[in-house]
């Protein structure tokens, strides 16, 4: 993903807490 983590969040707040995208931890965990 090109898009740095940090940009992700700011652009995707609601999407910190993983709830509404359970790929979202995944990915958390991978970076």
Do not use: E
Not at 7 to 17: D, S
């Amino acid at each position: 993903m090109k898009t740095p983590m940090g940009a992700l969040n700011l652009r995707v707040p609601k999407l910190q807490t993983g709830s509404s995208f359970p790929g979202f931890q995944a990915l958390q965990r991978h970076s």
